[in-house]
């Protein structure tokens, strides 16, 4: 049965079939049988029925269940309710409790066990353990929805004051000072958890998109009801090809007081389950499975035969309530929700997992075939460079806050620079661009252990360590870019502050937008020029780290312009250079004493000429925050984009919105021929590709790329970083080849004609 909203996954109120002299205790411990009553009574057959406290201090059981029991498997099924067992130290007293019904011993006394304190989590649990109970009648909480959502019928015209002055609405609608009932039949019932705040729904805000987007296991259809009450009807098995696990778009499934004893894996669809009832069941086990629903919130688990969780639970990491009680739990997993509670489990569970087998190797894939590479490799004017870029997630926001899914010992640096390391000295790129690399990052770590891989660095922090201490300023993290000392020569670095170059437009200098938006910005990009030591080929080097926030995608856009036309600059700039000198006659044959044309850095051919700026390779690589439908990777890729761009979010950019932007340095995706990867970014709440590596098309083809992680790996996975990847981010490799400038042909001489004959008289 579905319905359009739902309640939590707790009934609306307790049976109220009391006497009317009662009251009913608030307190969940002393609704319980193992505290009274008072007067020595025995205590009702079933602990699971709430009590009642008299007026006069003395306790009362309710005698039944509102309602009928289901007859078949759940007519003996017994509430395995803590204070029932002596190892189940419900509440946490110290006391020993005996007795069939928990009744307590010499130690013990209801006076004693009032004056101790009992988590309010713990409190919570029995609470909705206890309602959860009195909700096993067939589609409890659909009824009690659709009651809820009823339309109230007016039985008469009330009485008004013909002299009120009627309050006039905004609109122009007058109102009769009631809500309509349509109005109300309307207005949600539905009080499950709701869902996080866009910073929290993404856990890093500082390296990828955060708002509520389209998950990428399902996409929402236009659902009128996204809950969905099986509960209490007896069902005693789901199949795995149950066209249940096709409703991607459930967010509350409530499967409880039926007879499963087993739940399929294939649940682990439902990736947007924020409440999940299995409670009143025979379930001896849950699925591993369970802990791809990170989404979850409450997870009611009451009244099975579990002894234990699969410690796969522990990627939960948005889970408030996971609710045990009323199974025979090992004791040191029931403790830890009892004295931490729910997140102190989770934890617990997270990091005690095992290692899952790692995914093999990536492949390349080759844009161009095996012959052609081959012919390449035997050809020595054939000049080839590889290109790394990768976002390490800095230290400072690799944090259990925003990675809660992750074990906290592969959040720690100690663990995650190794793989890092490891990642870049692998792949061996002739340029490797980072992101999210911290001052001390850099300087204690990559520039000391690179350099013993033949790399030098060049590096800068955001803009605001220049606002900060010295100590603070080690925490800021920047752009690196790293090239083969042996390979390359350092020209010249550049150091672009998007903020302070928005400030020197004088198109910007009135426009508020550029304020409130631009400016408050600190991020920057990194441009080095390159020369080859041996052919002379001069390469523009820019590694870039765009603003994640997708609500500020005009931002992006216009930083991204800022980008293209600094790069512009400094190209036509380099162009200006004069050739390296060519090799002299002496020093090509080289003695004893003086080097070769290898080791003097020269080559038997002369260097190439650069007429412009266009003429020189260029790359731009960094993460930039935007997937391939944005208007970043639009203007980038296609050269424009027309002023009233909806990325610009209709603000006033200057001439960027009353000309449109425009650049010619004809760049490409690395990744376009062969297809953007599915991924670079991948979190729980977001998965999408949002790292380039973008190359000019007139100067440079690519010869291979590195391909995507394992699907099959990823299936099992919930979000990076985890034990195999440290980051959140992918890093992306690409192979390029260079396309030499054409020399200029040289003027022809005019033609010379023979001189005519002169004729004979």
Known sequence: MYYPQQSPGIAHKLPTHQHPGQVHDQSPWARH??????????????PAYPLFAHA???????????????????????????????????PPNGNALQGPHGALGQAGSPGAIQTQMIPPHWQQQLLKCEMIRASRSPHHRARASAMAARTVHKAAIPIQNPNAIKPVEPNGVANDGEGSPSA????????????????????????????EVARPYAVKPANTWQSLDMGGVGIKNIPKTSGLFGFTFLTNLYLNHNALQTIPP????????????????????????LGMLTSLKELYLFDNQLSSLPPQLGTLHQLQTLGIEGNPLEPSLKMIVQKDGTPALVSYLRDSCPI?????????????????????????????????????????????????????????????????????????????????????????????????????????????????????????????????????????????????????????KKTDDMFNRVLGKDHIAVVALLENKETGTRIIVANTHLHWDPAFRDVKLVQ??????????????????????????????????????????????????YTDGYKIPVIICGDFNSVPESGVYEFLSGGSVPPDHEDFMSHLYGKYTSEGLRHRLGLKSAYASVGELPMTN??????????????STSNLSVNSVLGEVDPSYLDKVVGFPNAHFPSDHLCIVSEFRVRPPREPQQARPPPVFPEPSRAHT
């Open 356 to 508: 899952p087998s790692p995914p093999p190797d990536r492949q390349w894939k080759h844009i161009v075939g095996q012959a052609e590479r081959e012919s390449m490799a035997s050809d020595p004017n054939a000049e080839t460079f590889s290109v790394l870029c990768y976002n390490i997630l800095c230290e400072r926001c690799a944090t259990e806050r925003l990675y809660g899914y992750t074990p906290s010992w592969a959040l720690q640096w100690e663990y995650r620079k190794e793989l890092i390391l490891k990642e870049i000295v692998n792949h061996d790129a002739d340029f490797a661009c980072l992101q999210e690399v911290d001052n001390a990052q850099y300087e204690e770590y990559f520039q000391k252990i690179l350099a013993e891989h033949d790399y030098e660095g060049v590096y800068w922090p955001k803009s605001r360590y220049k606002m900060m201490s010295e100590s603070e300023r080690r925490l800021v993290d920047g752009c690196a870019i790293f090239y083969k000392a042996s390979k390359y020569t350092l020209v010249e670095k550049h150091l672009i502050e998007f903020s302070a170059v928005a400030m020197q437009r004088p198109d910007f």
């Open 33 to 46: 049988p193992a505290y009274g009553p008072a007067n020595g009574a025995q205590p009702p057959t079933s």
């Open 560 to 609: 991204a312009a800022l980008l293209v036309e600094e790069v512009e600059k400094i190209a036509h700039n380099f162009a200006r250079y004069p050739p390296r000198l060519p090799p002299t006659s002496s020093s090509a044959v080289g003695t004893a004493t003086t080097p070769t044309t290898g080791e003097n850095n020269a080559s038997s051919r002369p260097p190439p000429v």
């Open 266 to 289: 294939e649940i682990c669809k439902l990736r947007h389950l924020e409440l999940l009832d299995l409670s009143g069941n025979a379930l001896h086990a849950i699925p591993p499975e």
């Open 56 to 90: 006069n201090g003395t306790m009362t059981a309710m005698q039944h269940h509102p309602h009928q029991h289901i007859p078949g498997p759940l007519a003996h099924h017994h509430h395995q309710n803590s204070l029932t067992h002596a190892h189940f130290p419900s």
């Open 682 to 695: 991948f979190t729980p709440s977001f998965k999408g590709h949002i790292d380039y590596i973008w190359y």
């Open 184 to 211: 109300k039949s309307q207005a949600p019932s539905d009080a499950s958890p709701t869902r996080a705040s866009a910073a929290a729904d993404h856990p890093s805000s500082t390296v990828a998109p955060v708002a």
